[in-house]
């Protein structure tokens, strides 16, 4: 998917209503998922091989896209905040700590977030790595609630 694709489907997540409290979280809606105050869609994706070097490969073209989008949202919303998300999985796992979502989500599957305030709610940019192993994803969501 091109550059222009990727900044076509962040505006209309930016720009789309956020499902309103108390309705349950769906993983299947389109354009990706969704629960109460927030929306993500999988920008870039790849399929499980088994193959290592295909999934380094795939990791890395995530990672490429990731750095590529973000340079077109920084010329529209200013440089972004790195936010590492793997603290909270911490406080979430040793001290109870509960993680409203979407964040609890994406603190299992991200290692770290692009993000951006875009006037009325937050924008993440990150990459799904799970390891080396895939499926690796070009993920974005877009959330009422502040980060961790």
Request: aromatic share 4%; net charge negative.
């Amino acid at each position: 998917m091109s550059i222009a694709r990727h900044v076509a489907v962040v505006e209309r997540l930016c720009g789309s209503d956020l499902p309103e409290e108390g309705v349950a979280a769906d993983r299947d809606a389109a354009p990706g998922r969704c629960g109460p105050g927030w929306r993500a869609a999988e920008l870039l994706g790849s399929c499980p091989d088994g193959d290592p070097g295909l999934a380094a490969e795939a990791a890395d073209e995530c990672e490429h896209e990731r750095e590529a989008l973000a340079q077109r949202l920084t010329a529209r919303w200013g440089e972004p905040q790195r936010v590492g998300l793997q603290g909270a999985l911490i406080r979430a796992a040793e001290a109870g700590e509960e993680i409203p979502e979407p964040w609890g989500r994406l603190c299992e599957d991200l290692t770290d977030v692009h993000l951006w305030w875009t006037g009325d709610r937050w924008l993440a940019l990150g990459v799904s790595h799970h390891g080396l192993e895939p499926p690796h994803a070009l993920l974005a969501v877009v959330t009422t609630e502040d980060p961790p």
